[in-house]
């Protein structure tokens, strides 16, 4: 049988959906690369360093967990693009309440970058876990010389000793207004939809890694946030904060390995370039990147891993049938990927959206991202109730009926199915010029394994909700899908991502 008609006792590890990027740094042997690529391990396999959080955690807590961030990213972007609006938004109080943080279970990817050049060492470059967000732009790691920090297990980032570090002058830097300049020097602050906020230098630095051609490399004169000083990022991390004062008393350190993280690599597409895919538009780079999730229900997903790839090193165009669509921002929040919905098909009915359904409206409310930070999609619930009724009706034609709703339980569409049950339905999200085909039932559905229930993995929330849809990362596993920010075009194709995608 294929993987879209059985149901294995591995969907016990249902994904959480982070990541964690290594890229194997050793030594650089170059300074043009055209293409890198990261290994990517989920944050719960036994390869990945943060595999202590999960291990004690069911099934059950896992679930809840992915539920609450997906809810959680959804608050981020719909509050960022309010401020960016410069307006208030109502939203569900449940939504409102809840406080966008990553604690044991992190929704990101995580990658291991080399930093710096440093002399007399055996390695010279400084190796550092930054949280990869395409829903934002700038690169950053806590640096040596400032009081307040989150922790860390790997000492602070010591900028002065790195012989590739420089300050970037003001007038180098549109960006470096008269309050982002200090003595002639960039400065930066930047406060996030968390409550967690981080001041401190623009700079050029030298960032190691892994390239094409297996080798390797280094990129030089990359901008960067060296940050001096953190607030609020502890409980964004999960993890102790060290504020000024107290060094004579500082809070009780985490379980060795728990605490990899040093900052934030953005992948965004905003104005600003700063994110590392548009600064890598130098020599032959192009500015791409692809990635290939598993399915949830791979056998072996607690040991897998996948690729991360950057420029050349993108394989979508040896792929048949690759499908494009439009990506478009928003003139005001110009991060997050927009996309072009049209309407959503179960199996081949169609559920009859209209494409303003979904449209990006210029008042900053509607529209489409697509984004892998979060676990499940989510969607306006006028949207969502057409969705659970077309869904419902097909099970109960084949005479399976929804179940009942419980106290606790983290979805409310749920179906009671025998092991061997077949018949899944296919759902088609139809974007402008590419229909987007979600064949396997493990991208529609979580399998509650105690239960023996299957239960819709989309999330409905209250249509004062900004955005339309988030298109989570559920529901992208098994699609090679590319970001081609030249051509500002989405590229997708039908691919069985096994280990090493």
Known sequence: MSRKNVVSSSSINFVTIVVYVSFLLNLATAVKPRGFSMKMIRSDSKESPMHLRYAKLTQGERFQRLVEQSKARAHYFGSARAAAYNRSISMDPDIARMPVKYRENTHYYIGEVGIGTFHNEQQPFKKF?????????????????????????????????????HRIPCQNLNKCDAQHCEDGLCTWDEEYMSGSEISGHLAYETLTLNSHTGALESVEKIIMGCGIDQRNFGPFFGVPEIREGDHDFPPPKPAPGTAPIAGILGLGQGSSNFSLVLQLDIEDIQRRFEYCLEAYDLPGIGYSHTYLRFGFDAKIEEA????????????????PYHLILKDISINDRSLRFQQSDFELKSDGTGG??????????????????????????????????LADPEPGRDFDTCFVLSSGFAAFPEMTF??????????????????????RLFCLGIIG???????????????????RIMYDLHAKVLKFTHEQCDFGS
Not at 150 to 165: L, V
Not at 382 to 391: D, E, G, M, T, Y
């Open 430 to 451: 139809h974007f402008q010029d590419a229909d987007f085909v979600i064949r396997q039932w493990s991208g529609i559905f979580a399998y509650h394994i105690q239960e």
């Open 461 to 479: 929330l209250d249509d004062d909700y900004p955005h339309d849809v988030i298109f989570g990362a559920m529901q992208q596993a098994d699609k």
């Open 368 to 401: 489409t991202i697509i984004d892998s930070g979060a676990p499940f999609t989510t969607m306006r619930m006028r949207h969502f109730k057409r969705v659970k009724q077309a869904l419902v009706e097909y099970f109960v034609d084949s005479g399976i009926p």
């Open 129 to 165: 876990y930054l949280l990869i967000d395409s829903g934002s732009d700038l690169i950053w790691t806590q640096c040596h010389g400032g009081h307040n920090y989150f922790y860390q297990d790997p000492p602070i980032y010591d900028q002065e000793n790195s012989r590739t570090y």
């Open 320 to 335: 048949p049938d690759v499908l494009t669509t439009p990506i478009i921002q928003d003139p005001n929040f110009e991060t």
